[in-house]
């Protein structure tokens, strides 16, 4: 039963509208997710990683509509809500930590003023107890002198200090479903796992569940419970991170673990890229999408959309290769 999710999409489809045409950037997307749970949602550029998460916000553009299928999250039904209604419980019940800190903090407003506004916004704290909810939120997400921090500006803090103060953002009225959109694309390697770490700690102190997007499979290895490989605006491969990691069974996601550097091996290899180009979406192909890159494209894979094979009650993919060896 629905009810039991804390995030049920079934089917979506959504589209962009645009002078060019009808941009189709989901197609068929299903993802359920219970409290507490961590789900990653993998794939390169353009896949629909962003848009799939967003969808749940209802923060699609002005020409994106959803045309298909529902999207349901905590009780609520996003795709029926009007703007007015989703804003209640955006930020409240559902936040995003964006990828660049820099440009989504506004840069006249001190810190402290930005993390006030969420808690003003959607909790009766107001005047003093805004502020100290405020530092309290500083110290939460590990920054030093945090009495300090509220009056300075965005321009005044580093990189992995701005990623933090947008943690804090999210995090101030405790909502259920935190969204990471690439939240260590720029941030350097030794403060990127300081943020996954801390993400990993306060998931564990509030028992919220995050989707954490990324187009690198090497982030979610150690934190993700359940993994959703996107091509092309649908799920090739979803199952558990070990599924993934150890058992994968589409071409596309066999292609993203052998770009993965290795470093152990002796001697020095060359990394081998996924060839071609992504798909328009502005005529998307009648089979598999990621056949014209695909080494071992059979001609079924051209003309029809494969379904889905099963290989546990979690794991499954869509790919003809698998087809005869799974359950529909």
């Not at 030794?190 to 187009?215: F, S």
């Amino acid at each position: 039963m629905s009810e039991q999710y804390l995030v049920n999409i079934q089917h979506e489809k959504l589209s962009f509208f645009t002078p060019a045409g009808e941009v189709k950037a989901l197609n068929d997307v299903t993802i359920q997710m219970k409290e507490g749970e961590v789900l990653g949602i993998v794939g390169e550029s353009g896949s629909g990683k962003s848009v799939t998460a967003y969808s749940i916000m209802g923060l699609t553009a002005d020409n994106g509509k959803i045309v298909g299928g529902t999207v349901e999250f905590n009780g609520h039904r996003i795709d029926q809500m009007t703007e007015k209604e989703v804003r209640k419980i955006r930020g409240k019940e559902v936040s995003i930590i964006f990828q660049d800190p820099m440009t989504s903090l506004n840069p006249v407003y001190t810190i402290g003023n930005q993390i006030e506004e969420a808690i003003k916004l959607h909790t009766d704290k107001k005047g003093k107890e805004a502020k100290d909810r405020a530092v309290e939120l500083l110290k939460l997400v590990g920054i030093n002198e945090p009495e300090k921090r509220v009056k300075q500006y965005p321009h005044e803090l580093s990189g992995g200090m701005r990623q933090r103060v947008m943690i804090a953002i999210a995090l101030a009225c405790e909502p259920k479903l935190l969204i990471a959109d690439e939240p260590t694309t720029a941030l350097d390697v030794t403060i990127q796992a300081q943020i996954l770490e801390l993400m990993q700690e306060l998931k564990n102190k509030l028992g919220m569940g995050i989707i954490l997007i990324t187009h690198d499979l090497g982030v979610v290895a150690s934190m993700c419970d359940r993994i959703a490989v996107m091509y092309a605006g649908e799920i090739v491969e979803y199952g558990d991170t070990d599924d993934i990691f150890y058992n994968p069974q589409h071409e596309y996601t066999k292609g993203l673990l052998r770009s993965i550097p290795k470093f152990h091996e002796q001697e020095y290899s060359k990394l081998i890229p996924i060839e071609g180009q992504p798909v328009d979406m502005l005529n998307p192909p009648a089979g598999c999408p990621f056949a014209p890159r695909c080494d071992s494209c059979m001609k079924v894979c051209l003309s029809a959309k494969p379904g889905k094979t099963y290989f546990n009650d979690v794991h499954y993919s869509r790919c003809w290769i698998q087809k005869k060896g799974g359950n529909n």
